[in-house]
């Protein structure tokens, strides 16, 4: 057989096993793995990329992105041009956005908007969570968003003012519904009622001028994520509804997931993103620390050491970065007054850098490992484990190959993402990919992108939740 593209001399890693072998592409599709493949095929016309003394991973799946998402007075800053470029540049090959019905729209509307943003500009393959806003609407549409292929749902506990909050009574009827459809309801867990409490008792001239953006912190303690955690999973419990808990960052959650675990609840997931795993609320007190504000906020070293370890038993199934990029200048709209920070940050480029060099090199996690909550277990719990995820014959031939010790140093400067900052700049990383590959397409060669907007496809689904 002739193939299109041999992968040669690389040591391939999948969750369950790390072996020396080529991997053969044809078409769009991983065709065969094995030894010696560029020796025994004789392939003439078949460009071979060399992966000598690197590591051949499934590309990355990032499933918690938001891309030219208007928010907070604005519109995030990477759309799926330079968001998916980034993701390219740092080995992710699908991204799960977020279709988010504003005001009166409808489910398939709010679709038809995020699918328009991504056609003819994604470099990269991607679908989407359909956010439920108004429930006793929403409800009736459901069923056909998940024969449209979009089997997650997503309701904010918080979010009020932007006519997004979810109740409990919305919460515990999603969950319902999604048990029935074989989906499955991710949850911004936050408790509003405090947390708007909160805020209103620290909102006012003296503590902002003399706390600053350490206010961001402050108002949203480690209980507000907690409780909000509890509720979900209690719904989930009693109505048998699959749960996946989106950016959770706190120790105290991640003992809750625990715990359900331990009770025999399988119906109940979480993830955590890259940003809780090495940075620190200390960063508020920086002279740029408005840059890092994000929701739920950056917590403490002791979160990031058990969501380390969440991840290591399983608890935590996956990482994400929960990508939402403002510029500098899109920062800058709070002029003092924390509550009109635009929250989130960019984070595409640099989600398997972080978790490699943070989690591997450091010794926290196995290379398996690594690839599990980055790549495996992301593809299969949305839906995608039958083609995403894992390098196998038939699979589609998303790879990325990354060096086990190189390091480049984070720039923005040189960086695909349409930022001008990075939470991570200056930090020297391992993990970039030297050669991202989407359906068998070189898109990033020689830490370079080299991609093309509209070849990234949008993926539909059947079912969600199933591990």
């Known amino acids: 057989m002739h193939y299109d593209t041999i992968i ?52 990355g799946v990032d499933v918690h992105v938001h891309l030219a998402l208007p928010f907070c007075g604005t519109t995030s800053s990477d759309d799926y041009n330079t968001g998916t470029r980034a993701a390219a540049r740092g080995g992710v090959t699908t991204v799960v956005d977020f279709a988010i019905p504003y005001g009166d729209e409808s489910l398939h509307k709010a679709v038809d908007n995020w699918m328009a943003k991504a056609e003819g500009k994604a470099c990269v393959d991607y679908t989407f969570h359909v956010a439920v806003t108004k429930w006793n609407k929403h409800k009736h549409e459901m069923e056909s968003i998940v024969k449209r292929g979009l089997p997650t749902f997503k ?26 459809l074989d989906g ?15 805020i209103a008792r620290h909102h006012n001239d003296a503590e902002m001028k003399k706390l600053g953006a350490r206010l961001h912190g402050i108002t949203r303690p480690n209980y507000i994520e907690a409780e ?29 997931v625990k715990a359900a675990h ?19 609320d200390s960063v508020f007190g920086k002279e740029d620390g408005h840059l890092y504000a994000c929701c739920p906020q950056l917590k403490k070293r002791p979160d990031q050491a058990r969501l380390w370890k969440g991840l290591k038993d399983d608890t935590v ?10 510029t500098r200048q899109q920062k800058a709209m709070w002029q003092g007054d924390w509550t009109k920070i635009p929250m989130g940050m960019p984070g595409l480029e640099t989600l398997l850098p972080i978790v490699y060099t943070h989690g591997v090199l450091k010794k926290r996690l196995s290379i398996n490992e690594f690839v599990n909550k980055c790549c495996t277990t992301p593809a299969q719990i949305m839906g995608l484990g039958q083609r995403k995820g894992v390098i196998k014959a038939g699979y589609d031939a ?33 993990g970039f990919a030297r050669t991202t590959l989407c359906r068998g397409r070189v ?14 496809r949008f993926l539909p689904r059947k079912s969600a939740g199933h591990l």
């Open 8 to 59: 040669a001399n690389g040591t391939v890693v999948n969750a369950d096993r790390t072996f020396r072998a080529d991997v053969a592409i044809k078409g769009e599709k991983i065709a065969r793995i094995g030894k010696g493949l560029v020796r025994t095929m004789n392939p003439n016309g078949t460009r071979i990329i060399d992966a000598k003394g690197c590591y051949v991973i499934p590309g």
């Open 155 to 180: 309701q904010f506990m918080i979010y009020e003012r932007e006519g997004w909050q979810a109740d409990d009574a919305a919460i515990f009827g999603a969950l319902e519904k999604v048990r029935e």
């Open 184 to 198: 499955m309801l991710l949850i911004h867990a936050e408790s509003s009622r405090v947390l708007d409490e909160l």
């Open 228 to 256: 909000a955690i509890q509720r979900a999973i209690t719904w989930a419990e009693v109505t048998g509804g699959r749960l996946y808990i989106v950016h959770m960052s706190t120790k105290e959650g991640t003992e809750l």
């Open 262 to 280: 331990k009770r025999g609840l399988k119906n109940i997931f979480a993830e955590t993103c890259a940003q809780y795993l090495v940075l620190d």
């Open 317 to 326: 199934c996956a990482v994400s970065t929960d990508t939402c990029t403002f």
């Open 398 to 430: 998303d790879l990325a190959v990354i060096h086990p010790t190189k390091k480049i140093k984070v720039d923005p400067k040189q960086m695909e993402t349409n930022a001008d900052w990075s939470p991570f700049e200056g930090w020297p990383l391992a």
């Open 443 to 456: 898109i990033c060669e020689n830490y370079k992108f080299c991609g093309q907007n509209g070849w990234g």
